[in-house]
């Protein structure tokens, strides 16, 4: 389950994600992205966990396109949970993709939108 944040705005999107995400929501998810890079050419992504969420098998060949697609527009990505491993896979992306990633403290989550928005 997921729910976009109230705080996005222009190409700047947070998505809180709380258990599993199923492919509907993913597709919804993936055309929201789209449509903010076709409006502005790249977003930057905030995304609030509880846990680690998971996704339907189906939903992860969505991802893996989209990434193919995108992954060149995402300037920025904050994770924001209180899990280790978070950290651990948001350092681990460096050596992978482009974007700057980092992750935060759920108390440190106004940090996160600041860093999005500097």
Known sequence: MYQRLARSHGNIVGYEF????????????????????GEHGSVRLLMRTH???TAEFSAL?????FA???????ERFAVVGDQKLLEV????????V?????HFAPED??????WLES
Do not use: C, M
Not at 61 to 65: E, L, Q, S
Not at 89 to 96: E, F, I, Q
């Open 18 to 37: 709380t258990d599993r995400i199923t492919e509907e929501e993913y597709q919804r998810i993936a055309g929201e992205l789209r449509a903010r890079i």
């Open 51 to 53: 846990g680690f969420p």
């Open 61 to 65: 060949d969505d991802d893996f396109r």
């Open 68 to 74: 193919k697609e995108h992954l060149g527009d995402i």
């Open 89 to 96: 896979l948001v350092k681990a992306s460096d050596k992978v």
């Open 98 to 102: 482009s974007a700057q990633g980092r």
């Open 109 to 114: 989550e106004e940090t996160a939108w600041n």
